[in-house]
């Protein structure tokens, strides 16, 4: 057949960052290594990185979740909120009854977070509310409802028990637990997005929800599924949070949400859906990881790490909305010749 | 080869009332390539939707080899074997081609994995079953449409379809491409696939369709074999109606030329349009949907400047490049869809009348309110706009009083030339009439007009004289005497 667009043949430098965005985030992070450690002797070391690791494991779990819904042209404002909510309760268990195995406590924490993941579904698909507004609505929900719950107060190390506060810092395989299980959420997420229909769903969902409906897929389910799965991440992220920090305060993770969308738009999860790979948004984190670290290494204010991070968000959308134009530009054919 | 027969008896559709399709019926065969024709809101695409379970029919029963069945949604119309490839592709652009094929039904292994090899095996069966070589793992973002549309079609075959409805399939393939289609096309009409084909050209349907059926004004006309009828014979079907003297135009004598077109080009849109429109004239623009009307119109307006070409006003050569320079040329233009672009719904009458003009109403950066109210008002009660008052909100109003409050606004900055893209789409025929007086009236007054309208009634009853485009090229042009529905027609349907 005729083919005035050959369908492999653009090799420009746009549509190799298109296709290989890891590949230029990987070369700007050993960039960034590079100029941090020649600043501070000490960021080059085995323990900073482990230290790096711990930091965006948390981070790295959401940005997934978050990386997941983004995809489907959806945001969850309220992780960080669900998150705080969990971390709280499960905390206040705790206290109660010390003797709780961690599993259970696991377990609580996942089962807490699909509730309030579904509550989010639930407004989406059956309230047909628009998922910014929605999650923005339970942001302040959850988050008032720790106040609630709480009356104000804070759960503190002295309360909870040291088996607890080993499941995120205890060691397995060589490294901290909170990195293992930031590993295998990274690995389920890989697997279900590239290799299980319902994952790969969300893809088709996310470039063309209209072509989606009409090919049989159920959108409502499928968007449904991936706030109710945003919940259990959010679940389990806010148990490890806890066991870290050995605490739980009404402003955990306060403004947390928008360093999961962050991560997630610098690693190439486009807003307009359809495009986001776990490999980019484990590095979105790393890259944000890097230079949180790095700074605070150089003891450089916070402000130039927000002002870093803003930058970087700007550069990644600006980027992708060029390279977007670009791919237009030679799509469009006229009939006018 | 497996027969199949689909067979829709006395299918009828309304929506809020209006009858899309009353008394439909339709026959479709194995081996059997069947062209759906009717002009635009004949209720082609509405009886498309019926066949593949997006609507169903009010009254009316369809069978499927004599059996009963019913199509609640398009999952039901798949697993019957009914597969749509619609004229807005329902493709993945950030799928690759193998998984855009195989979307929804992906093969799997145990554990629930998508088995890809095995994906990728079949697509490329598929694919050179239709004798089409391309990558299976290049994303559709980076094919032509032309590959898109091939993709859809594997994507039917996949399913096994027995019935394929291919909505408008050509109109944005060029003619090698077309070649390509039709050859598949004729390899599947030998497989003993049933095809409904819906296309404007009807110098196509000759090349490819055995029956055709003609819709009008959604009632059903005729079915017949192609070879027993020629090319005025299908016009005359579609158009059928008499136009009855119902359209209020003044004659007017028409002043010197306000605005002179000439040439004007945009890449992917129109080519080489030259017209002139005088004082006291109504120009009508006829031609089908997505002919490059509305396109030029809005070049003329400076919505989305032409590449090539030039624009006089009143002997000026002008250079517009926004609609406000536009205003200041004395031009208005009325748009296609009033609630996206003619109002701001959630305003009120005044605000949205006033909208074109508000430093008028300013000094000193201070908004008078009671003027813009009074004009308001006033422009509002001269186009007996139907609401409780002026600060009712836009929304609120029906088709037809939306529609004149956005001729109210146009016509309070005093146009000299009014361009009016489909100036009574959807709108109640009492309104119609109204807007047509208006229109005619506004003439009188020496206003030059340029309406777009896509009801050969219309445009017949209401032109002085009417320009016909198609495929983005002006192929008519006929004054108030000699213009005919065919002729019109067959400008509108055939590339010059």
Same mark, same amino acid.
């Given at each position: 057949?005729?083919?005035?667009?050959?369908?492999?043949?653009?090799?420009?430098?746009?549509?190799?960052?298109?296709?290989?965005?890891?590949?230029?985030?990987?070369?700007?992070?050993?960039?960034?290594?590079?100029?941090?450690?020649?600043?501070?002797?000490?960021?080059?070391?085995?323990?900073?990185?482990?230290?790096?690791?711990?930091?965006?494991?948390?981070?790295?779990?959401?940005?997934?979740?978050?990386?997941?819904?983004?995809?489907?042209?959806? =945001?969850?404002?309220?992780?960080?909120?669900?998150?705080?909510?969990?971390?709280?309760?499960?905390?206040?268990?705790?206290?109660?009854?010390?003797?709780?195995?961690?599993?259970?406590?696991?377990?609580?924490? =996942?089962?807490?977070?699909?509730?309030?993941?579904?509550?989010?579904?639930?407004?989406?698909?059956?309230?047909?509310?628009?998922?910014?507004?929605?999650?923005?609505?339970?942001?302040?929900?959850?988050?008032?409802?720790?106040?609630?719950?709480?009356?104000?107060?804070?759960?503190?190390?002295?309360?909870?028990?040291?088996?607890?506060?080993?499941?995120?810092?205890?060691?397995?395989?060589?490294?901290?637990?909170?990195?293992?299980?930031?590993?295998?959420?990274?690995?389920?997420?890989?697997?279900?997005?590239?290799?299980?229909?319902?994952?790969?769903?969300?893809?088709?969902?996310?470039?063309?929800?209209?072509?989606?409906?009409?090919?049989?897929?159920?959108?409502?389910?499928?968007?449904?599924?991936?706030?109710? =799965?945003?919940?259990?991440?959010?679940?389990?992220?806010?148990?490890?949070?806890?066991?870290?920090?050995?605490?739980?305060?009404?402003?955990?993770?306060?403004?947390?949400?928008?360093?999961?969308?962050?991560?997630?738009?610098?690693?190439?999860?486009?807003?307009?859906?359809?495009?986001?790979?776990?490999?980019?948004?484990?590095?979105?984190?790393?890259?944000?990881?890097?230079?949180?670290?790095?700074?605070?290494?150089?003891?450089?204010?916070?402000?130039?790490?927000?002002?870093?991070?803003?930058?970087?968000?700007?550069?990644?959308?600006?980027?992708?909305?060029?390279?977007?134009?670009?791919?237009?530009?030679?799509?469009?054919?006229?009939?006018?010749? | 080869?497996?027969?199949?027969?689909?067979?829709?008896?006395?299918?009828?559709?309304?929506?809020?009332?209006?009858?899309?399709?009353?008394?439909?019926?339709?026959?479709?065969?194995?081996?059997?390539?069947?062209?759906?024709?009717?002009?635009?809101?004949?209720?082609?695409?509405?009886?498309?939707?019926v066949i593949t379970g997006v609507h169903q029919p009010d009254t009316g029963e369809i069978y499927l080899n004599?059996? &009963?069945?019913?199509?609640?949604?398009?999952?039901?119309?798949?697993?019957?074997?009914?597969?749509?490839?619609?004229?807005?592709?329902?493709?993945?652009?950030?799928? #690759?081609?193998?998984?855009?094929?195989?979307?929804?039904?992906?093969?799997?292994?145990?554990?629930?994995? @998508?088995?890809?090899?095995?994906?990728?095996?079949?697509?490329? $069966?598929?694919?050179?079953?239709?004798?089409?070589?391309?990558?299976?793992?290049?994303?559709?973002?980076?094919?032509?449409?032309?590959?898109?549309?091939?993709?859809?079609?594997?994507?039917?075959?996949?399913?096994?379809?027995?019935?394929?409805?291919?909505?408008?399939?050509?109109?944005?393939?060029?003619?090698?491409?077309? $070649?390509?289609?039709?050859?598949?096309? &004729?390899?599947?009409?030998?497989?003993?696939?049933?095809?409904?084909?819906?296309?404007?050209?009807?110098?196509?349907?000759?090349?490819?369709?055995?029956?055709?059926?003609?819709?009008?004004?959604?009632? %059903?006309?005729?079915?017949?074999?192609?070879?027993?009828?020629?090319?005025?014979?299908?016009?005359?079907?579609? @158009?059928?109606?008499?136009?009855?003297?119902?359209?209020?135009?003044?004659?007017?004598?028409?002043?010197?030329?306000?605005? &002179? @077109?000439?040439?004007?080009?945009?890449?992917?849109?129109?080519?080489?349009?030259?017209?002139?429109?005088?004082?006291?004239?109504?120009?009508?623009?006829?031609?089908?949907?997505?002919?490059?009307?509305?396109?030029?119109?809005?070049?003329?307006?400076?919505?989305?400047?032409?590449?090539?070409?030039?624009?006089?006003?009143?002997?000026?050569?002008?250079?517009?490049?926004?609609?406000?320079?536009?205003?200041?040329?004395?031009? $208005?233009?009325?748009?296609? #869809?009033?609630?996206?672009?003619?109002?701001?719904?959630?305003?009120?009458?005044?605000?949205?009348?006033?909208?074109?003009?508000?430093?008028?109403?300013?000094?000193?950066?201070?908004?008078? @309110?009671? #003027?813009?109210?009074?004009?308001? %008002?006033?422009? $509002?009660?001269?186009?007996?706009?139907?609401?409780?008052?002026?600060?009712?909100?836009?929304?609120?109003?029906?088709?037809?009083?939306?529609?004149?409050?956005?001729?109210?606004?146009?016509?309070?900055?005093?146009?000299?030339?009014?361009?009016?893209?489909?100036?009574?789409?959807?709108?109640?025929?009492?309104?119609?009439?109204?807007?047509?007086?208006?229109?005619?009236?506004?003439?009188?007054?020496?206003?030059?007009?340029?309406?777009?309208?896509?009801?050969?009634?219309?445009?017949?009853?209401?032109?002085?004289?009417?320009?016909?485009?198609?495929?983005?090229?002006?192929?008519?042009?006929?004054?108030?005497?000699?213009?005919?529905?065919?002729?019109?027609?067959?400008?509108?349907?055939?590339?010059?």
């Amino acid at each position: 057949m005729t083919t005035d667009h050959p369908a492999t043949s653009k090799r420009s430098l746009f549509s190799f960052f298109a296709q290989y965005r890891e590949l230029a985030l990987i070369g700007f992070i050993l960039l960034l290594i590079v100029i941090i450690s020649l600043q501070s002797p000490g960021f080059l070391t085995f323990d900073n990185f482990q230290d790096i690791l711990l930091n965006i494991s948390i981070l790295a779990m959401i940005a997934l979740a978050q990386g997941m819904i983004i995809i489907t042209r959806g =945001i969850d404002l309220s992780v960080a909120s669900t998150l705080a909510l969990v971390a709280m309760m499960v905390s206040f268990v705790l206290k109660a009854y010390p003797e709780t195995p961690v599993i259970l406590i696991v377990l609580l924490g =996942i089962g807490l977070g699909s509730v309030l993941g579904s509550v989010n579904g639930l407004i989406i698909t059956v309230g047909k509310v628009p998922p910014i507004i929605a999650t923005l609505g339970t942001l302040s929900i959850y988050r008032g409802l720790v106040f609630f719950y709480s009356n104000g107060d804070w759960v503190n190390p002295i309360d909870l028990p040291s088996g607890f506060k080993q499941l995120a810092k205890g060691m397995s395989l060589g490294l901290p637990n909170l990195v293992v299980v930031a590993i295998i959420v990274a690995v389920i997420a890989y697997v279900f997005l590239n290799h299980i229909q319902a994952g790969r769903d969300i893809y088709a969902l996310g470039t063309n929800p209209e072509a989606a409906k009409i090919s049989g897929i159920r959108t409502q389910q499928v968007t449904f599924m991936v706030y109710v =799965i945003s919940g259990i991440i959010c679940g389990l992220a806010g148990v490890m949070w806890a066991s870290r920090y050995e605490a739980a305060q009404t402003n955990t993770a306060l403004g947390f949400e928008l360093q999961t969308v962050a991560a997630a738009v610098i690693g190439g999860v486009s807003m307009l859906g359809g495009i986001g790979t776990v490999p980019g948004v484990l590095l979105g984190a790393l890259l944000l990881g890097i230079i949180q670290n790095g700074l605070t290494l150089s003891s450089i204010s916070q402000f130039w790490q927000l002002a870093v991070q803003g930058f970087l968000i700007l550069l990644a959308v600006i980027s992708d909305a060029t390279i977007q134009r670009r791919i237009k530009t030679t799509m469009t054919r006229g009939f006018a010749k | 080869m497996n027969e199949n027969t689909l067979r829709m008896t006395n299918i009828s559709k309304s929506f809020a009332g209006v009858h899309a399709l009353h008394g439909v019926q339709l026959e479709l065969h194995s081996g059997e390539v069947h062209a759906l024709l009717g002009e635009n809101g004949a209720g082609k695409s509405t009886l498309v939707k019926v066949i593949t379970g997006v609507h169903q029919p009010d009254t009316g029963e369809i069978y499927l080899n004599d059996q &009963r069945i019913h199509l609640g949604d398009p999952r039901e119309a798949a697993a019957q074997g009914i597969s749509a490839i619609y004229q807005e592709l329902s493709i993945f652009p950030d799928l #690759d081609i193998a998984e855009n094929i195989f979307v929804g039904r992906r093969p799997t292994r145990a554990g629930g994995l @998508v088995d890809w090899r095995r994906m990728y095996r079949e697509a490329e $069966a598929l694919l050179s079953s239709l004798g089409i070589h391309l990558n299976l793992k290049t994303k559709a973002r980076y094919l032509s449409i032309a590959q898109q549309q091939m993709i859809e079609i594997a994507r039917a075959l996949s399913v096994n379809a027995r019935i394929l409805v291919m909505d408008e399939p050509t109109s944005a393939l060029t003619l090698n491409e077309v $070649a390509d289609l039709f050859r598949i096309v &004729r390899r599947l009409r030998e497989a003993g696939t049933a095809i409904l084909f819906i296309s404007h050209r009807l110098e196509e349907l000759f090349e490819i369709a055995d029956k055709v059926t003609v819709l009008r004004d959604g009632g %059903y006309v005729d079915t017949r074999s192609m070879d027993g009828v020629t090319q005025e014979d299908l016009i005359r079907m579609m @158009v059928g109606r008499t136009i009855k003297d119902m359209f209020p135009k003044k004659e007017v004598e028409a002043g010197e030329v306000i605005l &002179r @077109v000439k040439n004007l080009t945009r890449k992917g849109s129109f080519k080489d349009v030259s017209f002139e429109l005088r004082k006291g004239e109504i120009l009508g623009m006829a031609g089908l949907v997505g002919a490059g009307r509305t396109e030029v119109s809005q070049a003329i307006f400076g919505v989305a400047p032409a590449d090539e070409g030039t624009i006089e006003i009143e002997g000026q050569s002008v250079h517009i490049t926004n609609p406000g320079q536009a205003m200041q040329h004395g031009l $208005a233009l009325v748009p296609e #869809d009033r609630q996206h672009h003619g109002l701001v719904l959630p305003m009120d009458i005044t605000d949205n009348i006033t909208l074109p003009r508000l430093t008028h109403f300013t000094s000193r950066g201070w908004l008078n @309110v009671k #003027d813009a109210h009074g004009a308001a %008002y006033q422009a $509002a009660t001269q186009m007996q706009v139907k609401a409780t008052t002026v600060w009712q909100k836009a929304r609120e109003l029906s088709g037809g009083n939306q529609q004149k409050v956005v001729l109210a606004k146009w016509l309070s900055t005093n146009p000299r030339i009014l361009i009016l893209d489909e100036p009574t789409r959807g709108i109640d025929i009492g309104t119609k009439a109204e807007v047509h007086h208006l229109m005619s009236d506004l003439a009188a007054q020496g206003i030059a007009i340029l309406m777009i309208s896509s009801e050969l009634p219309e445009v017949l009853g209401m032109s002085d004289r009417i320009l016909v485009m198609h495929e983005g090229q002006v192929t008519g042009l006929f004054s108030r005497s000699e213009a005919t529905q065919e002729k019109i027609m067959l400008a509108a349907t055939q590339a010059v």
